[in-house]
């Protein structure tokens, strides 16, 4: 994949500028978890082999809604088997919000009384091949008293509808509610009223390596050992150890290499609790690696948001308030620590985008069906959202006949507003936004489309368009994680900075690197600290028994958080340092010592790290007097401000529609967009990269149907298309800097931001393709059926309005 | 997604292999690329007693020259046939069919004749051999037969070849120096099945103009107002292609009556850009 850089530009790069060639911060350092992970060397949790270890396989359920009556067990199998009735005592998933209103739900390990969606886990098999505990599975049977299921989301609201949980009289999970601004006054002041509805499908993570669990009692530590392909090791061992009722300290969970996460091992995850269960029951290791159909089936689903918008505008397309209704099909039951009402709620917080909108009423309703649960995806809410309000701009450009990129700026909180509270209470800490807009509209040759009717090319295909921007929150904390009302505030993180004998350093974080380059940017701010080489930096992370509590890797927060930690613990390494340096140099003053190329150089005097790290460590005569001996400190780092630090971007993608196949060619995209200070250029364009990937899946391939009977026709990767090398085109990435001034470095997260804007940029560019049809696209995937359906609704609208 | 458990042969002679096969009175299916049985397998959506694998049978693994045209094992590789492997006969169409055929990793172990006796209604190689009039010959316990490709497919994953026959080779004949031929295929991304695929080939010289379909309801299919049209085109323009949708549209409606107004624009629409393809690439 190409990627350009533009930094050598008035933008700048910030505080970091010129650094690309150093180690530090900023620096194109080749990443130090390449080598095993391209060599195949790295350690996945199917690649874990142990002694007499017995592999799982779960019995699902087939049938979206029904009452359990039974479950038959031939004898003979009924050692290996294993049902709710066998897991007393262990504690089902139940997950709560602050919302008002919030009904929670027990989502158990090995369904219980009733099943509530296909793929639910209903019994566990166990046998010593994976092959063979499904051919237990095929011979248990279950009586399955039907029920109808709930399988639209809008219908499931509707009286008369089936309900999903039994005692909740109804299958509104809870009603977000926000209420700012004079609603009467900006439509009476408006010029045009723009409606839309516009609908993100559901979907599935799809992570290369799927989920799975590995789990053993080690007698000699007297601990329960549980690997998991997880993104928050220290977090599941709170929460496991609660479900199964054992003590956090005879817990020890582990994340071994995981091959990508986005969100979907984010949970606690019902199979998590089944393993660690079982091998508190039986005498041998247990495992269970998911498959590509389990995972389409029972791992939890993300994206399926509605928006119903109004845009109160005036002439010139400035919105003078947004009214919007909002309805998220969260499945049949609220994952831990999220719960069902995440989405709704990002979604009403966020959707007023990068835009100055004061008027704002939403209406935000969580609904439960007989679905697979839903949980979050990288991007979460905000790429529904940003599809909500980024098509709604493109219809306003329409209503008041100006350009769409011209709209969006006459809209945008400007530079000089910045720090710009929301009328959601967000606090957008630094940045232009407009700059991004205009440098994506530049670079994807917006006059090139003025002239697109001379473009047209043969077999009727039309050229398009599309812009899209959206602000990112990244490592938010206590103060956010708190309004949310959520069981675990994830506001803070750990680290570990320990200076071996011979002058290495070993970093101990709390996070879980899987494929975010954290084995080498963590590396790079020890650098920035200590001079060290970050060849020279062992970064250990993934195991609750191996560094201090952390929270894990999600929500873009890792690169700020333990990189603010280990910025913090090295700063007080360095110290250290310097008095021993300075006392083994005889230089009086410490501050005269400088950290330079892994050596302590004052003056003409030096000393290498090995020598310090020995002096620290081997040979307490040669410290300072009254030092205490060893090179250790455990920092802990919390950002400046809890409301997070907000990178930002524009999208932009000019396509090639064919109305006739309906196919859709990404001609050119582009991605500008600021996250602060940069830590490594090559990682940060990995990410966003690799997010845009995911993106144009949502926007044209990935898709979860579910027919009238609640059963998802997308089981396998037959029916699930993804996008691969030859769907992503190359992506050109202009970086532009505004550091945050809440977090070490200025540094803001940027994990997510890809996967945001694809959608409503590519949706917003068919239509401009389409619209001299008629045509329009307000659904994602924007599959081909989709498109020729569209365009034949406009000709035979057309044909009626003609007649 | 394991599959459950089941014997396994690897056949080195036809004759051993039919007569295995006859042994298991349609409990036993032939392994040659595995690349669509073997996900079915783990799928465990029927029950299979017996794999017979005839990958090991050297006869079916070659291509050779057969009088003009050429015949081509059941067990060679669609990426044999993309990288020139086996002789051809057709002025490349079967190297280019064969290189659109899902991925490059697919298409070692996949094999023709496996693409023909499964004849999915998408695939490439069913339409293609009905558009070049191919011969399948089958093997059995009564011997061999010859089964022409218009008598091959009988509907979506069903085939004359009986239960007991294995798919020996493929007669395709020749083209004449002076053919051309289109392909045409819609699909959402690369290597995923077609939604619709069509197969052109014009032959002045021999007399044969054909266009084949594929994609639809059923089994491929030849499209004969389209290919009377064929003989008369000397050169690409907007009314050609309406002239041809037209035929299209006519032939396919006589085919299947039930067929949505959406699946036959665009095989209609296929059936145009394959002709396109043709004549004016």
Known sequence: ?803 | MKPASFDYYRARDLDVATAVLAEHEGAARILAGGQSLVPMLNLRLAPVAMLVDVGDIAELRQGARDGDGVRIGACVTHAAIEDGAVPDATRGLLGRVAAGIAYRAIRTRGTIGGSLALADPAAEWPVTMLALDATVRVHGPHGKRDIAMRDMVLGAYTTAVEEAEIVESIAVPALSAGARHGVFKVCRKTGEYAASIGVAVSDREAGRHALALGGLTGGPARLGRVERRLSEIEAWSAETGEAIREAAVADLAERDDEMSEDERGLHAATAVRTVKDMIAP
């Open chain 1, 1 to 803: 994949m190409r990627t350009t850089r533009h930094t050598d530009d008035g933008g700048g790069t910030g505080p970091m500028d010129g650094a690309e060639g150093s180690k530090g911060i900023g620096g194109r350092v080749l990443r130090n978890e390449d080598a095993r992970l391209v060599s195949g060397r790295g350690q996945f949790l199917g690649d874990i082999a142990m002694p007499g270890i017995r592999d799982v396989a779960f019995l699902r359920s087939p049938v979206a809604h029904a009452r359990i009556a039974g479950i038959d067990i031939p004898d003979d199998i009924r050692a290996f088997v294993h049902t709710a009735e066998d897991f007393e005592g262990v504690a089902p998933i139940r997950a709560t919000a602050g919302v008002p209103g919030f009904k929670s739900s027990d989502y158990p390990a090995l369904a219980k009384g009733k099943v509530r969606f296909v793929g639910e886990p209903v019994a566990l098999c166990v046998a010593p091949s994976r092959a063979e505990a499904e051919d237990i599975a095929q011979q248990i049977f279950v009586d399955y008293d039907e029920l109808p299921a709930v399988v639209d989301m809008d219908a499931a609201l509707e009286r008369g509808a089936a309900t999903v949980h039994d005692d909740w009289g109804g299958n509104l999970v809870c009603e977000l509610k926000i209420d700012q601004g004079d609603m009467a006054e900006a439509e009476a002041a408006a010029a045009h009223r723009v409606e839309g509805e516009y609908r993100l499908s559901r979907q599935a993570g799809v992570p290369l390596e799927g989920r799975g669990v590995l789990a053993y009692r080690d007698h000699r530590l007297d601990e329960l050992v549980v690997y998991s392909s997880t993104q928050f090791p220290h977090v599941i061992r709170t929460i496991l150890a609660e479900c199964i009722g054992i003590e956090e300290r005879r817990l020890r969970v582990v994340a071994p290499d995981v091959g990508g996460g986005f969100g979907v091992k984010n949970n606690l995850q019902p199979e998590e609790i089944a393993l660690a269960a079982l091998a508190m029951r039986v005498d041998h290791p247990v495992r269970w690696l998911e498959d590509r159909r389990e995972h389409l089936l029972g791992c939890a689903h993300a994206r399926e948001h509605r928006y119903h918008l109004v845009g109160h505008v005036d002439e010139r397309g400035r919105i003078l308030a947004v009214d919007a209704r909002i309805r998220v099909d969260a499945g049949a039951y609220s994952v831990w620590p999220w719960t069902a009402a995440m989405e709704a709620g990002m979604a009403a917080g966020i959707l007023v985008g990068p835009y100055d909108i004061r008027t704002y009423r939403a209406r935000a309703a969580t609904i439960a069906t007989t679905k697979t649960p839903m949980g979050p995806y990288r991007g979460v809410a905000r790429t529904g959202a940003c599809f909500g309000i980024e098509r709604l701009i493109d219809d306003i450009a329409a209503a008041v006949g100006r350009d769409p990129a011209e709209v969006r700026l006459e809209n945008m909180v400007r530079p000089e507003q910045m720090p710009y509270r929301t009328v959601t209470n967000k606090v957008f800490d630094s940045g232009d936004y407009p700059e991004s807009l205009r440098r994506a509209v530049e670079a994807i040759g917006r006059d090139a489309v003025a002239g697109r009717e001379a473009e047209a090319l043969a077999d009727g295909v039309r050229i398009g368009v599309g812009v899209a921007s959206y602000t990112e929150q990244t490592a938010h904390g206590t103060e956010e994680w708190v309004a949310r009302g959520l069981p675990v505030i994830f506001g803070y993180e750990p680290a570990t900075a320990r200076m071996t004998p011979d002058g290495g350093l070993v970093l101990e974080v709390g996070i879980q690197n899987h494929g975010q380059g954290l084995e080498t940017t963590l590396a790079q701010v020890a650098h920035q600290e200590l001079g060290i080489d970050p060849a020279k930096v062992a970064v250990r992370h993934g195991d609750s028994s191996l560094s201090p509590y952390g929270m894990g890797t999600f929500a873009s927060r890792s690169m700020v958080m333990a990189g603010g930690a280990v910025g913090l613990a090295c700063e007080r390494l360095r110290e250290k340092m310097l008095k021993i340096a300075a006392h083994l140099m005889q230089v009086a003053d410490p501050t005269e010592v400088m950290l330079l190329d892994g050596r302590a150089v004052a003056g003409n005097r030096s000393v290498g790290f090995g020598e310090i790290g020995a002096a620290a460590c081997l040979h307490p005569e040669r410290l300072p007097p009254g030092l205490d001996p060893g090179l250790e400190v455990t920092a802990v780092y919390q950002p400046g401000v809890g409301s997070g630090a907000f990178s930002y971007a524009t999208h932009a993608v000019r396509v090639a529609v064919d109305p006739e196949l309906g196919t859709v060619r990404l001609l050119d995209y582009v991605v500008a967009h600021d996250c602060g200070t940069v830590v490594n250029p090559m990682v940060v364009e990995g990410q966003i990269v690799g997010g845009v990937a995911q993106g144009i899946g949502t926007a044209l391939y990935e898709e979860i149907p579910y027919d009238e009977h609640g059963q998802p026709l997308a089981s396998t990767l037959m029916d699930y298309l993804l996008p691969g090398a030859t769907e992503v085109p190359d992506i050109r990435v202009i970086h532009t800097c505004s550091p945050s001034p809440h977090t070490s470095y200025g540094i803001k997260g940027l994990g997510e931001g890809g996967a945001i804007a694809p959608p409503a940029a590519i949706a917003n560019a068919i239509n401009e393709a389409l619209r001299p049809l008629g045509a329009r696209l307000d659904e994602t995937p924007i599959s081909p059926a989709r498109i020729r359906a569209a365009v034949r609704a406009a000709r035979a609208g057309k044909r009626e309005a003609a007649s």
